[in-house]
């Protein structure tokens, strides 16, 4: 039930309350009118002072009636008005998390794509590692063997040379011999 609903509501029991206080006195009048039969002037008097009440409390029950309507309306306009600017301010926060939100699932697609690519970066950074420990070690290998293959063309080198030493002293002995002979 609103609150429109409601007001009107307690409107109309506080009216068939009065009315009902109204028609008791009435009914007062009345009985004394049809007792005796005919009007005193103390009976005319009461008639008027009920009436003049009577009168008194519709005009009472009017004017609280016509503020109680205008609360109402007042309370209803204010009620409007916070719906307005609630409305508003919910427009300004759906607004506010529309871009954020965007913004977000775009970061974390890029951040998607960039775990991606260094996954696969990262298997042929792994591979090259691979292949350069590879290649360095027959590098290596290499270098060794040619190592070995230099040392041992000095040492045949040297050996030769040794050899040719000898075997020119020799035959620098063998010529000696023959032209002292």
């Known amino acids: 039930?609103?609150?429109?609903?409601?007001?009107?509501?307690?409107?109309?029991?506080?009216?068939?309350?009065?009315?009902?206080?109204?028609?008791?006195?009435?009914g007062q009048i009345s009985e004394s009118l049809s007792l005796s039969g005919a009007l005193t002037k103390e009976d005319e008097e009461m008639a008027r002072s009920a009436l003049s009440t009577f009168t008194a409390k519709e005009e009472e029950i009017q004017k609280r009636k016509m503020e109680v309507q205008e609360r109402v309306l007042a309370q209803m306009g204010r009620i409007e008005q916070e719906n307005r600017r609630l409305a508003?301010?919910?427009?300004?926060?759906?607004?506010?998390?529309?871009?954020?939100?965007?913004?977000v699932t775009l970061v974390q697609k890029k951040i998607d794509a960039?775990?991606?690519?260094?996954?696969?970066?990262?298997?042929?950074?792994?591979?090259?590692?691979?292949?350069?420990?590879?290649?360095?070690?027959?590098?290596?290998?290499?270098?060794?063997?040619?190592?070995?293959?230099?040392t041992r063309l000095m040492e045949l080198l040297n050996e030769s040379e040794g050899l040719?030493?000898?075997?020119?002293?020799?035959?620098?002995?063998?010529?000696?011999?023959?032209?002292?002979?």
Request: with cysteine; proline share 1%.
């Open 1 to 26: 039930m609103n609150f429109k609903t409601m007001m009107k509501t307690e409107m109309q029991q506080e009216e068939a309350r009065e009315s009902k206080q109204s028609l008791t006195q009435t």
């Open 88 to 103: 508003t301010i919910r427009e300004e926060l759906e607004a506010l998390a529309d871009p954020r939100k965007k913004e």
């Open 164 to 181: 040719r030493l000898q075997k020119l002293e020799e035959l620098s002995k063998n010529l000696e011999t023959v032209r002292l002979a």
């Open 114 to 150: 960039a775990n991606k690519e260094l996954k696969t970066l990262g298997q042929s950074c792994q591979k090259k590692e691979r292949e350069y420990k590879e290649a360095l070690e027959a590098f290596n290998e290499k270098n060794k063997e040619k190592v070995d293959l230099v």
